[in-house]
């Protein structure tokens, strides 16, 4: 959507209803007779004008930094894609060099190719959020280490020099990347500042207008200032609101008018800033998929060695339990798989009667790889006499999912995982607790980890996870909460309600 034809939405949802007005038009009033009439005396003609050419530089000023704000905004989407990308080309790297992986190569140059194919494409987008020069830095960066790459490609070399200077030119091209997006980023924020600060300056002039106009027009611009005053107010604080109701059909009716407008431009700019983050973070969830099924594929290999080098010694129900074994890891990579991509892409709530513990050794047999890199042991306390949860089962394995996993990274090799469930009294109420004894968090840490994109992870998080989960928890009537001491450990609680139990009848 662009700015004016967001900005002719406002209007219309705004203007009452048969006026045709919008912001910036000049109002007029007639009398009986249908001739124009004054409604302010003449010795306030030269206020009026004042108020007019107020709103005419306060409008020009927002056109401006709405127009600044698309561009830095849309620049923002196309470089949030590329550190994604470049996210990438990294973890490639480590697999070339550290695994000695053929087609992490050739996935690193198909990303470099696409990568510079955006460039060229979105340059009329990006030049004028940057500037020439810096597009021109990030376009040499890329080709340098394109350059690199292609050396590397060609002479299929894993020496260290390679892989030192391969490395060196990808820190530099993501620091710059990232470098710039910071850059950008203030410069939105700066943007968004100043609007604020023009908004409170205008507000400023209108009142000490209003304060010498009172004794002539208290009645009829008192009740419109209230409104602006406190849309000001709710626009400083994010709340970005509109003015319901008839808009006087004066110069305050022309003021609110235009503050719904720029209100409505701002929360469309916020939606596509987050909308544009969130797009950045699935590219880094998708880059951990090569991460996840890297053990099965080691699995499988060693299993076809194997089997290949003793195949005339095995008789044939060896060879079917080989056989069986590499279905298994098979079964394995799909289900990683799935659950990634449903974790990316999550399926609209589908609820019916479900056994809270079968869905906790279901994750347990998702995550158990990462258990038994991590040298992870888990305490199972689950009580067998719980009542079934109306659940969506699939969405609360994502919750049990991110916890647990989160539990693994911020634990050290030998650490123990509790998890317990139980029910209340009544039966009404499934708890489960997920106790972690990795290194904690600090209270101001534990009161953000719940708010979208928070991460203590740096580039390696989304701050997403425990968001979503949340959000699954809540969809379900339930509640989660946690705890945490540093060096101590983290504790999760989720509440959910048991399903309602039928009494029996005779019939």
């Known amino acids: 959507m662009d700015c004016s034809s967001s900005r002719a939405w406002a209007c219309s949802s705004t203007a009452p209803s048969g006026t045709g007005r919008c912001a910036g038009s000049t109002p007029k009033r007639r009398g009986a007779s249908g001739t124009k009439t004054m409604t302010i005396k003449r010795t306030l003609i030269l206020h009026g004008v004042i108020i007019i050419g107020l709103l005419a530089l306060m409008g020009m000023f927002a056109v401006h930094d709405v127009g600044t704000l698309t561009t830095s905004s849309r620049y923002m989407e196309i470089q949030e894609g590329l550190n994604a990308s470049f996210l990438q080309m990294r973890l490639y790297e480590k697999n070339y060099f550290l695994f000695k992986d053929d087609q992490a190569m050739r996935d690193i140059l198909s990303i470099i190719k696409a990568a510079g194919k955006t460039l060229d494409s979105f340059s009329d987008a990006m030049i004028p959020a940057i500037g020439e020069a810096k597009y021109q830095a990030l376009r040499n960066s890329l080709s340098q280490y394109e350059h690199e790459a292609q050396l590397i490609a060609e002479s299929g070399t894993r020496d260290v020099v390679a892989e030192t200077t391969l490395r060196e030119f990808g820190r530099r091209l993501l620091e710059l990347s990232t470098r710039l997006t910071r850059e950008e980023r203030a410069k939105i924020d700066k943007i968004i500042t100043k609007a604020k600060r023009g908004m409170l300056a205008s507000f400023l002039i209108f009142l000490v207008l209003a304060v ?124 990683i798989v799935v659950n990634l991509l449903d974790f990316a892409k999550p399926k609209v709530a589908s609820f019916s009667p479900g056994d809270i513990n079968e869905v906790i050794n279901r994750t347990l047999g998702l995550v158990q790889n990462m258990l038994d890199v991590s040298d992870i042991e888990v305490h199972l306390d689950l009580d067998s006499g719980i009542p079934t949860v109306n659940m969506d089962k699939h969405q609360i394995n994502q919750v049990f999912v991110n916890i647990i996993t989160n539990a693994i990274q911020a634990m050290k090799p030998g650490q123990d995982l509790t998890i317990r469930t139980t029910t209340t009294e009544k039966r009404d109420e499934v708890h489960i607790v997920i106790e972690d004894t990795g290194k904690g968090m600090s209270p101001e840490t534990l009161s953000h980890i719940f708010d979208p994109f928070f991460s203590t992870k740096g580039v390696d998080g989304t701050g997403l996870g425990l968001s979503v989960s949340y959000g699954i928890v809540k969809n379900h009537s339930g509640t989660i909460t946690a705890s945490s001491e540093v060096d101590k450990g983290t504790t999760f609680e989720i509440h959910l309600p048991a399903t309602p139990q039928m009494e029996d009848t005779d019939e």
Request: aromatic share 6%; proline share 3%.
């Open 212 to 335: 010498f106009l009172t004794p002539l027009i208290y009645r009829r611009i008192f009740s419109s200032m209230k409104k602006v005053t406190m849309l000001a107010r709710d626009i400083s604080k994010g709340r970005f609101r509109i003015i319901d109701g008839k808009v006087p059909d004066d110069e305050m009716g022309t003021v609110i008018t235009a503050m719904n407008s720029m209100s409505q431009e701002l929360r469309l700019r916020e939606d596509e800033l987050v909308q544009s983050k969130k797009l950045g973070s699935l590219g880094v969830l998708t880059a951990g998929v090569a991460h996840e099924i890297t053990n099965p594929l080691n699995n499988i290999s060693m299993i076809a060695q194997t089997y290949q080098e003793m195949y005339d010694m095995l008789p044939r129900e060896k060879r079917i339990e080989f056989m069986d074994q590499v279905l298994g890891e098979c079964e394995r990579i799909r289900a």
